[in-house]
């Protein structure tokens, strides 16, 4: 994988790998919600999973795309 490289110019905000953990407990939380909503009869469970996370609090804090500056530092573009 020498030639690697993104197609799209949107890198996260901090230089924290990945989301994956912090993706993983707000899924987790999510589905248990659900099934304790199917548990106690409700029909109305919560349907978006994005209730349970906070991009914010997230470890890259978001996303942003770099645009001009990928055409100048090729090196952000490698993966």
């Known amino acids: 994988m020498s030639r690697s490289r993104r197609h799209t110019p949107i890198i996260g ?3 924290a790998d990945s ?15 659900i099934r ?13 999973r994005h209730a349970f996370s906070d991009r ?8 942003n795309g ?6 100048r530092l090729p090196a ?3 993966k």
Do not use: F, V
């Open 56 to 63: 914010w609090t997230m470890a890259k804090d978001g996303k």
């Open 66 to 71: 770099i645009g001009g500056l990928a055409r």
């Open 19 to 33: 989301e994956k953990q912090d993706k993983r407990r707000a899924n987790r939380s999510w589905r248990a919600a």
């Open 13 to 15: 905000i901090t230089t």
């Open 36 to 48: 304790r909503a199917l548990r106690e009869g409700e029909h109305e469970a919560a349907h978006s």
């Open 76 to 78: 952000l573009m490698r």
